[in-house]
């Protein structure tokens, strides 16, 4: 199976040489292959969404390196990796982080724009996958007049708009209540497995973490295989 994420000996101090050192990553490494589903899962503070940035190019690590799709990120320009952050990776918050001023299919649209996709065919795509996980009816409505289980849906549509090789999701569900976390999580995962689409999803919810391929556990600032 071809590799789609690598994570190499990753270490990780915010603040070092001061007093409030704080190591969190120590050596993480695991690898993701291609179309592999693996939940994340440690408890608060351990270090999830600094693992999920360094993973994600968003934030660098002090040691390691990151490869995505086979290429070696570390040391790589900022354009390189921003471009790269940009192609290969789709995010997902705990908090939707949709754009306020732009409806629902304007927020699944403007990543593709960014990426030179035509207008009409990154709009047919949006609505595609709005469809897809049951919001295409709430398209041209703003995120403000969206339930939440609505907003984080449409936040999964702006993730995989661009075809990413990549999904990090940092606790998707986290916001909603135990029956919608439920139901929104199940849409994901098709969206996910339809897309063959390779995932890291943080969660502390074990039911949750079961419904994965595998699970990843973050202790003491490694990775262990369950
Ligand atoms: N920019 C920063 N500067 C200093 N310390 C930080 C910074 N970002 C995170 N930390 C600390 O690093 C540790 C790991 O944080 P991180 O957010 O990665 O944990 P987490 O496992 O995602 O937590 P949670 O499950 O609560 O979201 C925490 O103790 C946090 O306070």
Redesign the pocket.
């Known amino acids: 199976m071809s590799e789609a994420l690598a994570l190499e000996g990753i270490e990780k101090t ?2 070092p040489g001061r007093a ?1 050192a ?1 190591t ?1 990553l120590s050596g993480a490494s695991f690898e993701l292959a291609a179309g592999e589903v693996v939940a994340l899962v ?12 360094i993973a994600g190019l968003l934030d660098s690590s002090d040691a390691g390196s990151v490869r995505i799709g086979g290429v070696d990120y570390t040391g790589l320009s900022d354009a390189r990796r921003t471009a790269a952050r940009r192609e290969e990776v789709g995010f997902i918050y ?1 908090f939707h982080h949709l754009l306020p001023e732009f409806s629902a299919v304007e927020n699944v649209i403007l990543p593709q724009l960014a990426n030179a996709v035509p207008g009409a065919e990154a709009r047919a795509h949006a609505m595609a996958l709005m469809e897809r996980v049951g919001v295409a009816g709430r398209a041209n409505n703003r995120p403000a007049a969206l339930s939440g289980g609505e907003q984080q849906r449409v936040a999964f549509c702006r993730a995989l708009a661009n075809k990413p090789r990549v999904l990090l999701a ?2 998707p569900t986290g916001n909603l209540d135990p029956g919608t976390s439920d139901t929104v999580f199940s849409a994901l995962m098709e969206l996910v497995r339809e897309t063959g689409l390779s995932a890291l999803i ?1 969660t ?1 919810n074990p039911a949750l973490a079961a419904r994965m391929d595998r699970t990843l556990r ?1 202790e003491a600032g490694v990775l262990v295989s369950d």
């Open positions: 915010y603040n409030n704080l969190v440690a408890p608060s503070g351990a270090g999830k969404s600094t693992l999920l940035h705990q940092d606790e943080a502390h973050l």
